[in-house]
């Protein structure tokens, strides 16, 4: 008993109180229904689990693609070390992605429906397929991970062979869904705020997606340093926070230029709680982190690499947020917030990623370099001619 309680710590008791009201939300979500567990309504069909659990969290989950195109397109090999768990938090974040998205659906049961009924002049068509199709690609990626930890050298050795058509394929569909997200409040020009709907949205959402990609790798990178007590590649996390500057400072200037075009500058000095949410999501989440990373004195610093890169990932949420939920409520004539279930249930969603990349990190090869067991004659040839020159 006492080695048991010696394990219980604060954040396994909190973990612990999400999951029992997530579990019990869950409960009256499929039992009940929407009504019962959500506050959403015939003026907001969609609500917090769209908003954070799919439409947040597939951007969150972009550094995946990010490295990997860094790694095996751009040949930057000097990122391996980073690239398994970029992929391991895109793996996780797409796969909760989809069980978010279970919740929010009417009729959860018929979520494969897309993949016989076609719809191919529907963005949500593009959407779901391409997000079913990334989601296979992450699991095919991470898989040398697997076989690598299971000793399957024949297994490893075959996906190796085709990681980079993967990787390939991988960019080519993130690029279409990630840009295909913002395209789907294209059909809403009357009703999304004039400060968040623009006809480059699908752009902005992609340019978006590539910055808080990084600035999500460099956030787990320190996170996953803490609690697994590792070092950290603070050289190559620095060189990420650069590029997070560049795109930020491209997602700046076009988000100028965009206002100016739709002469929607007034927007930004009109007296309404739209209008400081806009300049929040503007102030912390892009000009000040980027001000910070710019500095390589703060870019090179743990304290400043860390604050700069959360507040681009809490920027990022702020702008998803204001796009699915804010943006729409002075047409809508009313206000929504989430229910202490819908809550509940998107802490648990969370929670379970931290705990699944903790069970990951712990049993299988994650933080390792890409030297895998198996090698050619020739690496075996050399490796053999040292031990030789060693020998007395």
């Known amino acids: 008993m006492n080695k048991l309680i010696g394990k219980i710590t604060f954040w396994k008791v909190v973990a612990g109180l999400i999951f029992a009201s997530g579990l019990y939300a869950t409960y009256v979500r499929f039992v ?3 009504g019962a567990s959500t506050n959403l309504s015939d003026e907001f069909p969609w609500g917090l689990w769209v908003g954070f659990d799919v439409i947040t969290g597939v951007g969150l989950a972009a550094g995946g693609f990010t490295i990997a195109a860094m790694v095996y397109i ?3 090999k000097r990122f391996e070390p980073i690239v398994r768990p970029a992929i391991l938090t895109a793996f996780l974040g797409y796969l909760l992605v989809i069980v978010g998205l279970m919740y929010d659906l009417g009729r959860p049961l018929h979520i494969w429906h897309a993949i016989i009924m076609w719809n191919p002049r529907s963005v949500m068509f593009e959407v779901a397929w391409c997000v079913m199709l990334y989601t ?16 399957f050298n024949k297994a490893y050795k075959a996906i190796k062979r085709v990681t980079i058509p993967l990787v390939i394929v991988g960019v080519l569909l993130s690029t279409l869904h990630q840009s295909s997200l913002g395209s789907v409040y294209l059909i809403v020009p009357d009703k999304l705020h004039p400060l968040w709907y623009s006809p480059y949205l699908p752009l902005f959402f992609y340019i978006s997606a590539i910055g808080v990609g990084c600035a999500m790798v460099i956030v787990e990178s320190f996170l996953s340093s803490r609690a697994f007590h590792r070092g950290l590649e603070m050289n190559l996390l620095s060189q990420l926070g650069k590029i997070s500057v560049v795109m930020l400072g491209v997602y700046l200037t076009l988000k100028v230029v965009d206002l100016l075009e739709r002469n929607a500058v007034s927007h930004l000095f009109a007296f309404r709680y739209e209008t400081g949410l806009y300049w929040l999501e503007m102030v912390i989440g892009v000009i000040v982190p980027m ?3 710019a500095r390589k004195k703060i870019r090179e610093n743990y304290n400043g690499l860390f604050a700069g890169a959360f507040l681009v990932v809490v920027g990022f949420v702020l702008n998803r947020m204001n796009t699915t939920i804010t943006g729409f409520e002075e047409w809508a004539g009313t206000t929504y917030f989430p229910s202490w279930m819908e809550i509940s249930v998107t802490l648990s969603i969370v929670a379970f990623g931290f705990v699944a990349f903790a069970l990951a990190a712990q049993y299988l090869p994650i933080f390792t370099h890409e030297e895998h067991a198996v090698s050619s004659p020739a690496d075996e040839f050399t490796k053999d001619l040292k031990l030789v020159s060693q020998m007395p």
């Not at 992450?138 to 000793?151: C, G, K, N, T």
């Open 32 to 34: 009940d229904g929407l």
């Open 74 to 76: 751009f040949n930057l």
């Open 136 to 151: 296979t690609v992450l699991a095919l990626e991470f898989s040398p991970i697997v076989f690598e930890r299971l000793q």
């Open 291 to 293: 001000l910070l990373l």
